[in-house]
């Protein structure tokens, strides 16, 4: 059986961060009106009007170490009622309950009006889509927004009215709630007909109030505007001081020849403003010069300075300015949440010391307890026996101090070594050498050779049947060839569970990735077989079935190109890349989410603004099957606009099609067609829309993203240098952005945490 050890010098969060914070984070002055639920008055601890003292302590210390486990405030109620509901509101299938009502009341904008169920947001090819009656989307959505209210009620009563009215997101939270049903009431009265749904705009506000890690980010980004806005500022000069200049170089004059750089690109102060703000991104490089360059090669000179200075300099001095800034005010953000985990752990063990009533100066825990509210705890199975384990070892003097009591939860900031199941005992000599040859890492390696020549192969297959047609095509040969490397894949998992056991071999998530697509392959081969009768080479390629046989081949070609990515484990950094991003994929997720909720907002406004702003011609929306060769003689188009390059799917005709648009021009290129095409139809000032979000996606967060992916790769490969490849297959590093700036967070001092401790609202500790 799989066992798990942990290794020291890591911190582990154990679990996502479910809920928001609660109540402020560092407390307030004890304004609460209910009777205190804990006291330690001089020497000596009493529960008031609460006759199972014992069974309180157990229960509020159980929900302090769960508090610290998840990095959360402990700024809450502690009397027994309200700890048995704070602990059903974070249970896992309330959490996801409510994640899952803020995803269903996302994705409503997919199904209302303007309807994204359609297969092709093309307006010329694109048929009436499906639109919910009135009342539908609006009964979930009002069932959702029931939810939100129960979970307003729900937090608001944990953390009392004084914490409540101090905190601003669940003020917000009051306010969106409010405004939501207000406006959901003017739709319903209105027979779902408004054009306008201003809650659209606020349902993002769900998400972000629902995760303390994106509030962090939020947070940290908004700190970091000021220092971004004065290099912004700096563009923007460089900007116009290059748009003036070009507008002198590039100004008409007599011989008409000469003034193709200022028609197609400095008409105007907005033309000109915009032919450079492109060229800062690169995206109509060397478009934009070539009128002039052709004229004069020094006129290369202005657009080379220009994109020296402008791209290459401050675009690059943006990114090092928000790298560092953020980071800072990042590494500010996981301090707090690392003084949650110490304020939990401390309150725990004042409430257990409490237990025996002994004097202050005595500060100890009996290791029974411990060990009892361990059991309890709701956290990762390796974690408990592992900490546990460490409060065995006081079990001689039967209690610990504070110092142990602390040290003991020191396993969470440890990594997970993972401990593969002792290979199978054979008696037989033969058995015996046959064992050590199977499982000696050569075969691996050998493993990795074979199926590089695999790949070889059917690469060069697809090089000679390049031009052939499916008729032409001598799918006999890639059969038998890849029916022998099946066979031998097939060999070589058979000997490896001989020599490593069924399960020890599956302990390694890489033999499982390999079994089955082997496993997989092997039923395609045979498939084909039973289907076409192979190995007789007189069959008919025709369809036959679900799938003809060139797909079936396509198919099996196709995992075992997928398969060779069974080397990733056995190259050192190749691995490090690869679990930096699975790491960025599981635990960095509130970057993400914020780059949700930009997306969320500005695809909303953009559907307000541009839906049905660009519609195709009349003779080309019925000319669909019809070549671009016959269109232009009734319909002509500029090289290089919207239309020439037949960018109608990309439009803000319903919510779908708009999140697209929005990542083309995230990724800047060829962003210049649509800032042209709508400003052309709809209004110059449109440009603004397109700028705004290139500078909050491309430039801001994407340079956000950078810097958090390098944070997480430098993390990675300062743990993983001095180990080897099997190490870094054993270790699994917990990475999460704690855990990225744990060595340089300072931790808290005792009297820090005893200051913080003695303004909880609730839980009233006298020292």
């Known amino acids: 059986m799989e066992t798990h050890v ?67 405030s402990i700024n809450h109620r502690v009397d027994a009622r309200s700890l048995h509901l704070y602990r059903w509101y974070y249970s896992r299938i309330c959490q996801w309950g409510l994640g899952l009502a803020i995803g269903v009341v996302l994705l409503l904008a997919f199904v209302e009006r303007p309807s994204s169920l359609s297969s092709s947001s093309d307006p010329r090819h694109r048929f009436p889509p499906w639109e919910p009656p009135c009342g539908f989307t609006e009964s979930i959505e009002m069932f959702c927004l029931v939810i939100f209210s129960l979970d307003l009620a729900v937090k608001g009563y944990l953390i009392g009215w004084e914490e409540f009215r101090k905190s601003k997101w669940l003020i917000g939270y009051t306010f969106v709630i409010s405004f939501s049903v207000i406006d959901w009431m003017l739709s319903v009265s209105m027979a779902c007909d408004e054009k306008f749904r201003v809650r659209r705009l606020l349902r993002p506000f769900f998400l972000l109030q629902n995760s303390s890690m994106m509030k962090k980010t939020l947070k940290c980004i908004k700190r970091t505007l000021p220092e971004i806005a004065s290099v912004i500022l700096l563009l923007a000069l460089h900007l116009c001081l290059f748009t003036m200049i070009g507008m002198l170089l590039f100004a008409k004059v007599e011989d008409p020849k000469k003034n193709e750089e ?31 360059y052709s004229l004069n090669r020094a006129y290369s000179i202005f657009f080379v300075t220009f994109s020296m200075i402008g791209t290459y300099c401050l675009m690059n001095l943006l990114t090092a300015i928000i790298y560092n ?93 993972k401990e593969h199941p002792p290979l199978p005992q054979y008696n037989s000599p033969v058995l015996q050498r046959l064992q050590v040859v199977f499982s000696h890492y050569s075969l691996t390696i050998l493993g990795n050779a074979v199926a590089l020549v695999n790949v070889i192969c059917i690469c060069t297959i697809l090089v000679l049947n390049a031009e052939k047609s499916t008729a032409e095509r001598d799918n006999y040969i890639i059969e038998i060839i890849n029916l022998c490397f099946i066979l031998y894949y097939l060999f070589e998992v058979c000997v490896k569970i001989f020599a490593f056991g069924l399960k020890g071999y599956l302990s390694y998530r890489n033999n499982i ?29 025709s369809s036959q079935g679900i799938m003809s046989l060139w797909e079936m081949v396509r198919l099996i070609n196709m995992l075992i190109v997928f398969r060779f990515l069974r080397i990733i484990p056995d190259i050192k950094l190749m691995a490090l890349v690869a679990s930096t991003v699975l790491d960025l994929v599981k635990n960095l997720r509130a970057f993400a989410g914020i780059l949700l909720v930009v997306y969320y907002v500005f695809a909303v406004i953009g559907i307000w603004l541009f839906e049905g702003a660009i519609q195709p011609p009349s003779e080309m929306s019925l000319l669909t099957n019809t070549s671009m060769g016959n269109i232009t003689s009734n319909f002509s188009m500029q090289c290089g606009t ?43 000032w449109s440009k603004i829309y397109f ?10 967060w994407v340079n956000l993203f950078v810097a958090v992916i390098l944070e997480n790769f430098i993390y990675k490969w300062d743990r993983s240098y001095s180990c080897s490849v099997t190490d870094v297959e054993r270790i699994r590093y917990e990475t999460s952005v704690q855990l990225m700036f744990r060595e340089q967070i300072q931790e808290p001092t005792e009297e820090e945490l005893r200051c913080q401790l003695n303004q909880h609202p609730h839980l009233h500790l006298h020292w």
């Not at 084909?528 to 008919?540: A, N, R």
Request: aromatic share 12%; glycine share 4%.
């Open 6 to 72: 942990l290794l020291a010098g890591n911190v582990n969060g154990a679990f996502d961060d479910y809920g928001s914070l609660l109540g402020k984070e560092h407390g307030g002055a004890p304004g609460s009106s209910r009777r205190r639920s804990h006291t330690v008055a001089g020497q000596s601890c009493a529960v008031e009007s609460d006759t199972d003292a014992e069974e309180l302590y157990i229960q509020q210390a159980v929900v302090l170490i769960e508090d610290a486990i998840q990095y959360r």
């Open 262 to 292: 200022w028609r197609l690109h400095f008409r105007d102060l907005p033309s000109s403003l915009t032919s450079l703000l492109v060229l800062l991104t690169t995206a109509n490089n060397p478009d934009v010069m070539i009128p002039a």
């Open 325 to 417: 800034q953020f980071r800072g005010y990042l590494l500010m953000s996981v301090q707090t949440s690392i003084i949650r985990r110490r304020l939990g752990i401390r309150a725990a063990f004042q409430i257990l010391s409490c237990q025996g009533a002994q004097p202050a100066a005595e500060e100890h825990v009996a290791v029974d307890l411990v060990l009892k509210v361990m059991s309890r705890v709701q956290m990762k199975s390796y974690y408990r026996e592992a900490i546990i384990k460490e409060a065995h070892k006081y079990a001689d003097v039967s209690y610990m101090d504070r110092e142990q009591f602390k040290k003991i939860f020191d396993e969470l900031d440890k990594d997970r070594i």
């Open 513 to 541: 990735f390999d079994c089955f697509l082997t496993i997989l392959l092997l039923v395609l081969q045979m498939t084909i077989f039973v289907t076409y009768k192979l190995p007789y080479s007189q069959w008919d390629p």
């Open 642 to 684: 919207y239309e020439q390059l037949e960018y109608w799917p990309n439009n803000f005709d319903d919510f779908a099609a708009a999140i697209i648009l929005l990542y083309n021009v995230m990724i800047v290129n060829n962003w210049q067609a649509f800032l042209e095409a709508y400003s052309r139809h709809t209004t110059e």
């Open 691 to 700: 700028v705004c979000w290139w500078l909050t996606s491309s430039v801001m």
